[in-house]
């Protein structure tokens, strides 16, 4: 099947790894994403880190933030990364490297590779809520991504937590990832303290302190998410429903009463049968690379 290289963009770098078929990372490059972006120099960033990693490959895989046109592989725009607007991310990187490329949502991503490799592999289907910078989700049933139209599909962040609440880098207020993300618990802490944060280990850090104002602002956001996955859970019925990204670190702090609060408000028929839990660490650029892999096998 040969080897393919996964692409994760973030708000903060870019990741490219090269895997074999069972999912093993063979070698890996970062780069970190300037402040200040354009189309121009971020592509730039983005074929430098790939290129090492390309005469050994037969296919890539990328994945970002949306929202996102994956059918002519351009990111439209980004809430974490400002600056960039109808990137042609697939276009670009065919001409440089003349291989295949895959372009998806980085939460389908992370939703394919969790159905190829993770812990909950066996399960018929799953909802996969990636826990980082922002919150992404994405589902999977009989080992098909549902994507939506044009790669847009379980946009479950940017779904309804408090109507007129905080302004979400969307534009809209209120969303579950202003309450439950690396940045909205900067945001919530800076509103409540006037104190800036500069990420979410500072954050749990303060919480594991017993600080008053992180454990409120932790618990908030927790019963946000744990609402916005009971809606979901009502509308796709998943088998299991998987945690991961970089908060999934601190699951210790929040993910009983993650959990408990899921458990408690879904139809209790459905309690026997669900899975909840933290995924299997996979890196966002396994979940890239698992585009390639999946396309083989279709």
Known sequence: MGLAIGVDI?????????????????????????????????????????????????????????????????????????????????????????????????ANCAALGEAYFGFYKEAESKLILTLGTGVGGGFVDKGILYSGYLGNGIEIGHTTAVIGGALCGCGVKGCVESYFSTRGFINRYMEKTNIKLNSAEEFFQLVFKKDSVAEEILHFGTLALAHAVRNAIHLLNPEAVVFVGGITKSYDLFGKTLESEIRSTIFPVLNGRLKIGVGGSLSGTLGAASLVFSKEKV
Request: net charge negative; charged share 25%; proline share 8%.
């Open 10 to 106: 973030g708000g903060g770098s870019i990741r490219a790894s090269l895997f074999d078929e069972s999912g093993k990372e063979l070698k890996s490059l970062v780069s970190p994403t300037p402040e200040n972006l354009n189309n121009e120099s971020f592509l730039k960033i983005l074929k430098d880190t790939i290129r090492p990693l390309v005469p050994e490959a037969k296919g890539i895989g990328v994945g970002s933030p949306g929202p996102l046109n994956n059918e002519r592989g351009v990111l439209i725009a980004s809430a974490n990364m400002k600056g960039l607007e109808n990137l042609p991310i697939k276009e670009s990187l065919t001409k440089e490297f003349s291989l295949p490329v895959w372009y998806e949502n980085d």
